[in-house]
């Protein structure tokens, strides 16, 4: 995953914890879908007058709705409940992050939020592929790694208009900044059953 770039991998140990609460982590995971949405859906939103953009949103809030949808079939096949959906702490530090970092211009609000968009995908892809490879259930086992790569095309999606639209914007120097950033808050989590926990 070093196209990621992610600078504090997560210890697989973390995958033991998931186990003991597959109810928890899938309703979690089921609201991070559902946020992902509306993420996109407020990208498209705020940003209109990008036809482009717009485009790509709509398909990737379509694809995240999808996600949502097998996540809650799994929780429905196995005899479980989708809970009540919950803060996702990490996603509210990031966002923090975001609204200190906006200087207040259009563009730069447009790349600060493709770079924290681009940031969740970035770790939910990598918790993905950390879940795939080492959870003791089959058929989750394959979900995720097939939901791995979706994520990672979204993250791409995010970083290619933020370097797209990032006029008089030094975006790489930029997302390192939030690379930094985030290694700095996932160093506190990996402890609880959440996709990002």
Same mark, same amino acid.
């Given at each position: 995953?070093?196209?990621?770039?992610? +600078?504090?991998?997560?210890?697989?140990?973390?995958?033991? =914890?998931? %186990?003991?609460?597959?109810?928890?982590?899938?309703?979690?995971? *089921?609201?991070?879908? +559902?946020?992902? *949405?509306? /993420?996109?859906?407020?990208?498209?939103?705020?940003?209109? %007058?990008?036809?482009?953009?717009? /485009?790509? @949103?709509?398909?990737?809030?379509?694809?995240?709705?999808?996600?949502?949808? @097998?996540?809650?079939? =799994?929780?429905? $096949?196995? #005899?479980?409940?989708?809970?009540? %959906?919950?803060?996702?702490?990490?996603?509210?530090?990031?966002?923090?992050?975001?609204?200190?970092?906006?200087?207040?211009?259009?563009?730069? #609000?447009?790349?600060?939020?493709?770079?924290?968009?681009? @940031? =969740?995908?970035?770790?939910?892809?990598?918790?993905? $592929?950390?879940?795939? %490879? /080492?959870? /003791?259930?089959?058929?989750?086992?394959?979900?995720?790694?097939?939901? @791995?790569?979706?994520?990672?095309?979204?993250? &791409? &999606?995010?970083?290619?208009?933020?370097?797209?639209? #990032?006029?008089?914007?030094?975006?790489?120097?930029?997302?390192?900044?939030?690379?930094?950033?985030?290694?700095?808050?996932?160093?506190?989590? #990996? $402890?609880?059953?959440?996709?990002?926990?």
């Amino acid at each position: 995953m070093s196209v990621l770039r992610l +600078q504090l991998p997560t210890d697989p140990r973390w995958v033991n =914890i998931v %186990e003991k609460n597959i109810e928890e982590i899938l309703t979690d995971h *089921a609201w991070c879908e +559902q946020k992902a *949405a509306t /993420n996109a859906i407020t990208l498209i939103t705020i940003n209109s %007058e990008y036809p482009d953009l717009v /485009n790509d @949103m709509l398909a990737l809030a379509k694809e995240e709705l999808e996600h949502f949808e @097998m996540v809650h079939q =799994i929780i429905e $096949k196995r #005899g479980l409940k989708l809970g009540r %959906e919950r803060k996702d702490e990490y996603v509210g530090e990031l966002a923090q992050y975001m609204k200190r970092s906006n200087t207040g211009s259009r563009v730069s #609000g447009l790349v600060e939020r493709l770079l924290f968009s681009a @940031m =969740i995908e970035a770790r939910s892809c990598e918790r993905f $592929k950390v879940l795939s %490879e /080492n959870i /003791n259930d089959p058929e989750l086992a394959t979900f995720y790694r097939d939901l @791995m790569e979706s994520e990672a095309g979204h993250y &791409t &999606t995010f970083i290619t208009y933020a370097r797209k639209y #990032g006029t008089g914007i030094d975006v790489e120097t930029r997302w390192r900044e939030w690379l930094e950033f985030e290694a700095s808050v996932i160093a506190k989590y #990996g $402890k609880s059953e959440t996709i990002h926990g």
